[in-house]
């Protein structure tokens, strides 16, 4: 069971590079290729290159370039801001506020920190997958020093009252509490939702360019003016000194120009995301019984959707989509005869059968209707083979 | 982790999928730590398996490993089934991860538990 036709429903995990983004980089490659640092014209041009992805990408969240960090993803991102934040605040506290539905990436700085003596309050998220603001303020303690709490979840999509929490920071700075910060990891959300650091009150902010069209091992963190930061790599002066190293100048131009076309075209990739997801929705509602739709329903991201299959294990049910040339993703993993059910959709506290049975499918602009209606048609089949494979579809099992 | 052609072959056609009606000894095994469950059963003739079939829940070694020892123990005696070992199951797939055995130990159990209920 082959089939020829490919369909990327994964764009959550990465997106393709957009032949836009390709073509300017390209050029960059072959043509650009000095240093930023260096004195010279070759140099220079390419500092002037890196200037101007760095206006781009912070136009799109509403800051000012010079408040833009360069890393090699959202994982670095992540891991800078909140070691940057934590280790710089020693003095004032060891408190970190989190949520239990964070990306690995800030789930396991957390965890390190923790082990080198900070306290980690992980913060609950009900059955639609989102933290309380009223959470949040019990938490709050004389000694916190950072609140991280992601913009939107990358399994199920929800978004997280960003807002809410950025008043209640400024409301405990303004009260005297003046080194408490707030990060926002928002992987998913740049380019999929209108981001303006002001308007949050966000602190820092994680960004990756291969979620927005444009490729791996570049991101960002959006560091506002004032934040004293712990530098995590240091020996050069790049970034204004918040991290060494050598620009990847074709990677920061491509992420510059991607961040230029999420902005200019986000609200027809949002309308376009939104109207594959519901068609999605509704069709496998209408065709496949048993079903659970995780997160809420209102408040979460338009390209994402993320659905348990009852009486079925997600992982059986990716590979038999690959087969059909489907392409998309669970959070659970079984290794070792341990299995691992997704802790995001664990969180949501459904039992193990439906974290188990969870797929997420991720929409993009390149795909179309007819992408969907196949999907749906495979899906439909791959469902109903595993489910007459399942003893827990027998009466009384 | 990726699986052999061979494997997504058994994962899309499932050999011997379903319950008999009839069944001679129907056993129902579960793996405590990952809650995968296998349940095999056998139609016997003469001291002969003559007819297997299977279920499973879990991930995908698992949904295989019901395919293979169902192909395996067909038409053996329940003492040639009981020389059956998981390297047996494990090298009918054309191998397995180290980390994904605890699939084929799983479907050994539900055919020693098959066979034990038979004496």
Partial sequence: MTTNRRIYLDHSATTPVDPRVAAVMSGVLTENYGNPSSVHGFGQQARAAVDRARREVATLIGAKPNEIV????????????IRGVCEAAVDYGRHIITSAIEHP????????????????????????GIVRIADVNAALRPDTVLVSLMWANNEIGTIQPVREVGRLIRERRQAGQRNLWFHTDAVQAAGRLPLNVDEVGCDLLSMSAHKLYALKGIGALYVRRGVRLAVQNVGGHQERERRAGTENVPAIVAFGEAAKLARAEMSQRVAHDSVLRDRFES??????GDVVMNGDRERRLSHLSNISFRFIE?????????????????????SSGTLEPSPVIRALGVDDEIARGS???????DNTEADVDYVVEVLSRAVERLRALSPMTLAGH | MSYSNKFKDYLAHPRNAGELA?????????????????????ILKNDRIETAQYLAYGCPPTLVCGSVLTELITGKTVSEARQIKKTDVIDAIGGLPSRKHHAAALAIEALNAALDKLT
Wanted: charge should be neutral; glycine fraction near 12%.
């Fill in chain 2, 22 to 42: 009839g069944a001679n000894v129907i056993a129902d095994e579960k793996n405590p730590a990952c809650g995968d469950r296998l349940r095999l059963s056998l």
């Fill in chain 1, 105 to 128: 990436s800030v789930r396991g700085v957390c965890d390190a920190l923790e082990k080198r003596g900070w306290e980690v309050t992980r913060l609950p998220v009900y059955e639609n």
């Fill in chain 1, 283 to 288: 069709r496998v509602k209408q065709l496949i």
């Fill in chain 1, 359 to 365: 797929i997420r499918f991720s929409f993009g602009k």
């Fill in chain 1, 314 to 334: 997600g992982e059986g049910l990716l590979i038999n989509l690959d087969l059909e040339g489907v392409a998309v993703s669970t959070g659970s993993a079984c």
């Fill in chain 1, 70 to 81: 360069f890393t090699s993803g959202g994982t670095e991102a992540n891991n800078l801001a």
